[in-house]
């Protein structure tokens, strides 16, 4: 058997279907057997008809009572009706347009259906149902796997071509994972595993199971990490920045003094970017710490060492803002620096791009755009992203490999309790800012519901008078009746027709060009703009010091560390600044949640108490910290089992750092299949 090939090998499956798995990223049977339920239905237990609710999804066990009886429809179409009865009632089926099943029922047989129940004047009906003819359990009568779909390809068909991957590969999977930690934290072996992940027949086989694949998902990752780390450790193939290019140059250059906590890791990272080992370093900080300007220092070292500098930003916004930042600091000191976003012209572009190749510009500050193929260095010595929580692991890879072992500073504003620090960066080394500036006031944050409305807006009007500007942040772009958000054009409307006719509104949302986003953003901080509404799109470092509210709409809808990033976009100035959360639901979650928010400024308890308090409204929630990608696990609900995971990872690493030992040999596979591009171990 091997994992590896072909899914058009896998019965079932044809050239049409090859096509539709390939789009849900299924190539290999490895692939396949590894693409995991979303979700269950529970077709095992059969309910008698006189107990069937309407719109309920059932399982029912009946007897046909006569033949299908087919019906012409005007536009060449059909139906199809079935009586079917047992003990307790009587229901009609209905299908449209399946001349086929016309001979597929025999009055008196029984049979097994799965579908919507419709009721209504005393009739029963049941459209379109899945069925089976009895003794047999293909649609129902069991546990039913519900899988992340396309349209086009359906459940049944998958679930057929799953059966036939499964029945191929039972039996012979090799077991990934040590005997020895198998044992220890009672892991179910991986056969059984994979085919009650897809095909449970009861919840303790799936609970079992997918214990057993959540623990090897984060085990593998978390002991990928700490090998890479590992490794990195061990090398010597760094670049070792120059003694005599001094940050105390640049740290004079400000117009402030630092701050205790910034110079305490200026000076770990001047130590590791002397060292000959290359350096890979969180620095960790709360919104408005001044991690920019550590960044700034260690630029610095490296253009004065003779080597170029990326910046890569996740907005063209704050992009720009940095270039502005970084030339008020730097450009006295000769050091030519630039933008590349993708909003310049083609001409300024390429010019850009020659300069860089040839090494006439020494710090380069932009977008995903610094990403790109083209762009190409002379001579890249550091890299520093910020806010990494908006960047994958992949394209911190990609932007690193444009030089020869360049070292790399992540820059991250969302403070995260240790046990997701270490599986999202347990490669890396951590620098926290952990004190803000001298003289910060403390953002006043309330929590006000729909009643209180027409007061905050007497209270954002008395600002306004003052000459301050608000920010008014909604979730959603776009009307969703639903779920009843409301949309950024309908709240700009309402404020610029209805409370606010007088003073000057304007709008900002994800979806608007570059362009037009940092015209937008121009403005207000030219304080062309009074009041702008916005989706999350400002969520990070923009700073205007004149803004001094920031209302929150729907913040029942946000994770706490996002309302925390929201919140420092105010407070960057020297007026007493608010933060107004508003929100709907009565849960005792939410309040809780929001009672955080008014009580504390600081981050790294509010990311604590977020883990603690995810409520079920919090959807945003994984986005925040730009949580990866993982096939079954989730770093939330999960928490136990990533905690046995990392320490089992730590352990082993312990006892065996280079994964030598004959029993880990599958592991060390798994792992660098893994992370392909990154570690050869
Ligand atoms: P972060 O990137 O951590 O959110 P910034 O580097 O953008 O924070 O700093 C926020 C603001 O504080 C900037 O206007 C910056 O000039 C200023 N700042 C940074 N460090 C200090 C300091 N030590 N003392 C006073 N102001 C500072
Ligand atoms: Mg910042």
């Known amino acids: 058997m091997d994992l590896n090939k072909d899914v058009k090998y896998i019965k079932g499956v044809g050239p049409n279907r090859v096509l539709l798995l390939n789009k849900l990223g299924i190539f290999s049977l490895n692939d396949l057997i590894t693409y995991y339920p979303r979700t269950y239905e529970d077709r095992s237990k059969a309910k008698p008809l006189s107990e069937c609710a309407h719109g309920e999804e059932v399982t029912i066990e009946a007897v046909a009572c006569a033949k299908i ?33 016309k001979n597929k029922f025999e009055p008196g047989n029984k049979y097994r259906f799965y579908g919507k129940v419709n009721h209504s004047f005393g009739k029963l009906e049941i459209t379109s149902p899945v069925f089976d003819e009895w003794g047999k359990k293909q649609n129902t009568g069991r546990i039913i796997p519900i899988y992340p779909l396309t349209f086009q390809l359906s459940q049944n068909s998958l679930r057929k071509i799953m059966e036939n991957a499964i029945q191929e590969v039972e039996g012979k999977l090799p077991e990934t994972l040590p005997e020895k930690i198998r044992k220890a934290v009672n892991l179910e072996e991986i ?16 609970t079992k199971a997918r214990k057993r694949l959540v623990f090897e998902e984060l085990f593998s990752t978390q002991l990928a990490l700490l090998a890479l780390k590992n490794k990195y450790l061990s090398e010597d193939k760094g670049i070792s920045f120059e003694k005599e290019a001094k940050m105390s140059d640049i740290i004079q250059a400000f117009p402030f003094q630092m701050t205790k906590a910034q110079l305490r890791v200026l000076q770990e990272i001047d130590e590791n970017m002397e060292s000959t080992k290359p350096m890979n370093r969180l620095l960790q900080g709360d919104v408005g710490s001044g991690k920019t300007a550590v960044a700034m220092c260690a630029a ?7 080597y170029q500098v990326a910046i890569m930003a996740p907005t063209a916004i704050l992009a720009t803002q940095h270039w502005h930042n970084f030339k008020a600091i730097l450009d ?53 992203t910020d806010e990494q929580h908006r960047f994958g692991v992949k394209q911190r890879t990609t932007i690193a490999e444009k030089g020869q072992n360049p070292d790399v500073l992540v820059m ?72 009843d958000l409301r949309s950024v054009s309908e709240v700009y409307e309402k404020y610029q027709t209805e409370i606010f ?55 029942e809808r946000f994770g706490l ?121």
Request: a neutral charge; proline letters at 4%.
């Open 561 to 681: 560390a996002q309302l925390h990033q929201l919140r420092g976009r105010v407070g960057r100035g020297e007026y007493q600044s608010f933060c107004i959360l508003k929100y709907e639901g009565k849960g005792e979650t939410i309040r809780k949640r929001m009672k955080v928010m008014c009580e504390t400024n600081d981050g790294f308890i509010i990311s604590e108490k977020d883990l603690e308090l995810r409520g079920s409204g919090d959807f945003f929630g994984t986005m925040q910290h730009g949580i990866p990608e993982f096939k079954i696990a989730n770093l939330f609900e999960d928490m136990p089992i990533l905690k046995l995971a990392q320490q089992a990872a730590q352990n082993l690493m312990v006892e065996d750092p280079e994964l030598e030992k004959k029993e880990n040999q599958i592991i060390k596979q798994l792992i660098s299949d893994k992370f392909k591009t990154r570690i050869e171990i």
């Open 300 to 306: 610095y070292k490296a253009v004065k060492s003779g």
């Open 412 to 483: 991250s504003a969302t403070p995260i309790p240790r046990t997701l620090a270490l599986i999202l960066y347990g490669d890396l080394d951590i620098s926290i800012i952990d004190e803000l500036p001298p003289n910060r006031k403390k953002i006043e944050t309330f929590a006000v519901t729909k009643q209180m409305a027409s007061r905050i807006d007497a209270f954002i009007q008395k600002q306004l008078e003052q000459g301050r500007q608000a920010y008014i942040v909604c979730p959603l772009v776009e009307e969703n009746e639903e779920m």
């Open 501 to 555: 006719p007088n003073y000057r509104v304007a709008y900002i949302h994800g979806k608007m060009k570059p362009k037009e986003k940092e015209e937008i953003m121009n403005q207000f901080k030219k304080q062309k703009i009074d009041l702008l509404i916005s989706t999350t799109v400002i969520e990070v470092g923009v700073d205007v010091p004149n803004a001094n509210i920031m209302v929150i709409e729907n913040a």
């Open 69 to 101: 009886i087919e019906t012409r429809l005007p536009r060449n179409r059909t139906m199809q009706k079935l009586i079917i009865r047992d003990e307790t009632g009587v229901a009609t089926v209905t299908w449209f347009n399946q001349s086929y099943l």
């Open 191 to 206: 056969n059984l595993a994979t085919k009650y992940i897809h095909f449970p027949t009861s919840i303790e086989d799936f």
């Open 332 to 384: 006295e000191k000769n050091i030519r620096s630039e933008l590349l976003i993708s909003g310049i012209t083609k001409k300024q572009k390429e010019n850009i791009l020659s300069r860089l190749a040839e090494g006439e510009i020494d710090i380069i500050i932009g977008t995903h755009a610094l990403l790109e193929e083209k762009v190409e260095f002379k001579k890249l010595g550091l890299v520093v």
